[in-house]
């Protein structure tokens, strides 16, 4: 074996069984990022690829050494590596960008940063084209590629493409939020989430969309949003091919196949497979609405659905048909109404085999073999079989007729009612 293999095969052992005596940031001002990993015969040091002869390895930076801090005891074979460590105690910061005045601990830290600044981006995917400023989130892109997942979690096996997820998805094993917001105390458990929540205090939206000027608190949140004007679903389902936009979407469609339902509800023990849905279902028992709309006050479970609501004063409806242009507010019943052109009817009935264009027709189509009507009118005890039913018909209770026309201000009850109304002075005759 020569010195190189004998090197690399070293730090190996340093990296994979002294584990607990690194944490995964090398403290050398030589190196050029403060962060390595092993590869073979080759070490990963942040913006370049060493060989393992040219000494960072990880015995060079600490463990037996004539230099130990004075703190914490740790050792280093050279002078300029423990005054590089010795920041780690002081929170010294020397070196300062002229930009932007962000403070560092380490040279090599400081350089990186400035190609923050330039733009400059030497590092280029071969599949993708994809440019980074650094070498070593090459090196982590190009495992979205490879497939590849070198660090495992000991405790589910989940694997991530770097250290940093990895240490991330270990606390909700352990629970720890150490990043706390100053204003609300609330905490997080990754610093990046820390950083997006403090803008909702701010206000801040540093990230802004160049087609529509649409601006985000968050980075990831313009990137999701731009494939909206690329049409770009980059992630497919390998069960049904079905593409998504979002890999958050995607995971989601997936429990559709696997049946998974991981979030459960801890009154009633009902299950759902997506977190938001959860939190909108335990508002059935706690009776919160925190949404409230500012034109009218009526209160919601779900932002979405205020949203949605907040359509019916502006009048905007922004999803159309592309055969024969009629608009909605919710995107829901543009695609049910593309079932008309279709023909698509989805959804079958089990006894008797007949289909229906929409899932709430399906339901109301079953109560006629059921023969229930779980729907109950509190003041007569009258029951439905639908639940729109007997919302209409609380009206004939409460005197509510929502429906007014715009000609003679006359109100209905009923939007029907209304629609009929309206020909009187049309003069339609359908």
Not at 221 to 239: A, D, F, G, M, Q
Request: hydrophobic residues 20%.
């Amino acid at each position: 074996m020569n010195g190189i293999e004998r090197n690399a095969t070293n730090a190996q052992i340093w990296g994979k069984q002294n584990d607990s005596n690194y944490d995964g940031n090398c403290t050398s001002r030589d190196c050029l990022s403060g962060t390595y990993e092993i590869s073979g015969r080759w070490i990963f040091v942040g913006g370049s690829v060493q060989s393992a002869e040219c000494r960072y390895s990880c015995d060079i930076h600490w463990g037996e050494g004539p230099y130990t801090s004075e703190v914490c005891n740790k050792a280093f074979s050279k002078q300029n590596n423990l005054i590089a460590h010795r920041r780690l105690h002081s929170g010294e910061r020397p070196y300062t960008c002229d930009v932007c005045n962000k403070a560092f601990r380490y040279h090599s830290t400081f350089r990186q940063h400035k190609s923050t600044h330039s733009g400059e981006r030497p590092y280029t995917c071969e599949v993708c084209n994809k440019a980074f400023s650094l070498q070593s989130n090459l090196v982590t892109h190009k495992r979205l590629h490879s497939g590849d997942r070198p660090y495992i979690c000991e405790v589910c096996g989940k694997a991530f493409i770097n250290r940093y997820l990895l240490m991330s998805h270990q606390r909700t094993h352990t629970g720890q939020r150490p990043y706390t917001c100053e204003v609300c105390n609330k905490s997080f458990s990754v610093q990046s989430n820390l950083i997006s929540h403090k803008r909702i205090h701010s206000g801040d939206r540093p990230y802004t969309c160049d087609v529509c000027h649409k601006a985000f608190s968050c980075k990831g949140n313009l990137v999701k949003h731009k494939r909206i004007h690329s049409c770009e679903r980059p992630y497919t389902c390998k069960v049904c091919n079905k593409v998504f936009g979002v890999q958050g979407t995607l995971r989601t469609h997936q429990r559709t196949h696997s049946g998974e339902r991981p979030y459960t509800c801890e009154v009633c023990n009902k299950a759902f497979s997506r977190k938001g849905t959860l939190r909108t279902h335990q508002c059935t028992h706690s009776g919160e609405r925190p949404y409230t709309c500012e034109v009218c006050n009526k209160a919601f479970s779900r932002k979405g659905t205020l949203r949605t609501h907040q359509r019916t004063h502006s009048g905007e409806r922004p999803y159309t048909c592309e055969v024969c242009n009629k608009a909605f507010s919710v995107q829901s019943n543009l695609i049910t109404h593309k079932r008309i052109h279709s023909g698509e009817l989805p959804y079958t009935c089990e006894v008797c085999n007949k289909a229906f264009s929409r899932k709430e027709h399906l339901l109301t189509h079953k109560c006629i073999h059921s023969g229930e009507s779980p729907y109950t009118c509190e003041v007569c005890n009258k029951a439905f079989s639908v639940q729109s039913s007997l919302i209409t018909h609380k009206r004939i209770h409460s005197g509510e007729r929502p429906y007014t026309c715009e000609v003679c201000n006359k109100a209905f009850s009923h939007k029907d009612h209304l629609v009929t109304h309206i020909r009187i002075h049309s003069g339609e005759h359908p």
